[in-house]
């Protein structure tokens, strides 16, 4: 999965479980007054997003990304953290 895709799982998930959420509370919780009913509709929507969301899917992929090649590595090192000595200054007064 690239990173735009995980961008796009994030947000269908939000999407889906806030979705999921209102339709439960408005539907089975306050229409139908069964608290049964609406813990059932939105465990359901749980699962359902975790199906959507959860597995590699190629619409997950579509943003692939270019590595670069291990040759081509070798001739840019990694830049070395510098090493400074701080010195401390004293304040005499």
Known sequence: MDWQ??????????????GFAVVAFAAAGYALGSFQMMLLIY??????????TVPNWPFYNRHTLKWLDPREAEKHPKPQIASSSSKKKSNKK
């Not at 895709?5 to 999407?15: N, T, V």
């Open 5 to 18: 895709g995980q961008k796009l799982a994030e947000q269908l998930m939000q999407i889906l479980l806030v």
């Open 43 to 52: 465990a359901s929507g749980v699962v359902i997003t975790t199906l959507i």
